[in-house]
């Protein structure tokens, strides 16, 4: 796994369209179909709106780092922050189910976004503090361009 | 890109179009704005979104307060020709059969 790009940002929402056009530009390189491009960018953003809102609990003035990676087989995002640890019971790899009308729940989707968009995810909370998410995805003919055969 | 949202008064709903990104960042905006015209509109709100170019989960999230609280109301509340991004997040949230989506 060779790295790309390893960036370091304030934990300030208004930062998080940057972080979107670094991660649609660093695509460019791997020839991804667009529904693939727009879901990766969607899920490396909700994995730092995590650590903005979860684990700086709002903090705008603290640090988030990305580090872009690939190989031949892989792509590979790491999201990490040096904030509060995210309680295990958080870490929900339950598939997406639809809700009725009456089990709406407004929150608690970005963790299920995240799985239900990468082939591999690993969380990994600190003991007192910190959070690091990999988030892995197969270069396969099914998610690149031109390569379906 | 910022969001831009504006509110108009029909005679039965109340418009609410939305344009830009919603995100972590721009959604509270959108947020206060959707409940507060929820309870003062006459039969309901229609949310326009189709020149939103990026939604993630605070927005849908948003609009899910939004549903709950026209339910709340006993009022109506409509997504209005969203674009490819928003039905994009929704399908991906399993929540696309859950909003009343209009097509024009």
């Known amino acids: ?149 | 890109m910022a969001v831009k949202i504006d509110t108009m008064l029909t005679e039965d709903e109340t418009l609410i179009t939305v344009e830009g990104d919603v995100d972590l960042y721009s959604s509270p905006e959108l947020r206060k704005t959707l409940l507060r015209a929820v309870p003062k509109s006459k039969d309901g709100v229609v949310v326009v979104l189709a020149n939103v170019s990026y939604m993630d989960s605070s927005g849908v999230a948003t609009l899910v307060e939004g549903l709950r609280s026209a339910k709340e109301h006993g009022k109506r509340f409509a997504l209005l020709t969203p674009s490819v991004a928003v039905m994009k997040v929704l399908e991906l949230a399993r929540l696309d059969s859950v909003f009343d989506v209009r097509s024009d």
Request: aromatic residues 4%.
């Open chain 1, 1 to 149: 796994m060779a790295t790309d790009l390893r960036l370091q940002v304030v934990s300030d929402p208004r930062i998080l369209g940057v972080i979107r056009g670094v991660v649609r530009g660093w695509m460019d390189a791997y020839d991804l179909c667009a529904d693939r491009r727009h879901e990766i960018v969607l899920a490396v953003d909700e994995a730092c709106s995590n650590a903005i809102r979860h684990a700086y609990k709002g903090r705008c003035d603290q640090s988030v780092e990305l580090v872009l990676s690939a190989s031949e087989d892989w792509l590979e995002i790491t999201v990490s922050d040096q904030g509060v640890p995210c309680p295990p019971e958080c870490i929900d790899r339950r598939p997406l189910v639809p809700p009725t009308q009456n089990d709406l729940q407004p929150g608690g989707l970005g963790l299920k976004l995240i799985h239900e968009i990468f082939d591999e995810v690993r969380f990994c909370p600190g003991e007192e503090r910190g959070n690091c998410v990999t988030m892995r995805l197969r270069r396969n003919s099914k998610h690149e361009d031109g390569s379906e055969d």
